[in-house]
């Protein structure tokens, strides 16, 4: 699934005119991160029980990875995130819907462009496991230090199993 996402135009403006001509800059390309314990999404079943029977899905984000192209307006950037889902016990028929993010930080770690997206997969209990190649494109204005910050999201009790059950 392809999708595409800009800084603001505000902040393209400011940082565009940091730089005098296309000589003075230099291209690179900001690897993504995964956020500690958004790499992986224990999915439960609606309802109280919260034990592996009542496992709907789990999800991994395998890998992230990006490439660049610097012209003159600055850097276009494709993210390709790979994610893996296996149905659990509790599974839903139809589509299992993975949430998750990317967040563009700047050079002191404030968000300057974010969205959230899902991975769709057919999980059952004949086809339990699923992978999804997720592709993105951004454009980064030159002259900021960029990182890109990716994972699942995780609901704050689906975080919270996933920090008691990795020993966090």
Same mark, same amino acid.
């Given at each position: 699934? %392809? ?8 902040? /393209?403006?400011? *940082?565009? /005119? ?11 390309? +900001? ?9 992986? *999404?224990? =999915? &439960? ?7 592996? %029977? ?6 991994? *984000?395998?890998?992230? %990875? ?11 950037? $494709?993210?390709?995130?790979? !994610?893996?889902?296996? /149905?659990?016990?509790?599974?839903? +028929?139809?589509?299992? %819907?993975?949430?998750? &993010? ?7 770690? /404030? ?26 494109? *951004? &454009?980064? +204005? =030159?002259?900021?230090?960029?990182? !890109? ?5 995780? $609901? ?13």
């Amino acid at each position: 699934m %392809r999708r595409a996402f800009v800084v603001p135009a505000a902040l /393209a403006l400011s *940082l565009a /005119a940091c730089g005098s001509s296309k000589d003075e800059y230099v291209a690179y390309c +900001p690897e993504p991160f995964t956020v500690q314990d958004a790499e992986r *999404l224990t =999915h &439960f079943k609606d309802g109280p029980g919260r034990d592996p %029977r009542d496992i709907a899905y789990e999800a991994v *984000l395998t890998d992230a %990875r990006s490439g660049c192209k610097a012209s003159r307006r600055g850097i276009d950037v $494709t993210l390709v995130m790979r !994610i893996s889902a296996v /149905a659990g016990p509790s599974v839903s +028929p139809g589509t299992t %819907r993975v949430p998750y &993010f990317v967040r563009v930080l700047d050079a002191s770690g /404030a968000v300057v462009q974010g969205q959230d997206f899902a991975a769709d997969f057919r999980l059952s209990g004949g086809s339990p496991r699923g992978a999804s190649r997720e592709e993105l494109s *951004l &454009f980064l +204005p =030159h002259g900021g230090n960029y990182r !890109i910050a990716v994972g699942l999201k995780p $609901t704050p009790e689906e975080l919270n199993y996933n920090r008691r059950s990795t020993g966090r």
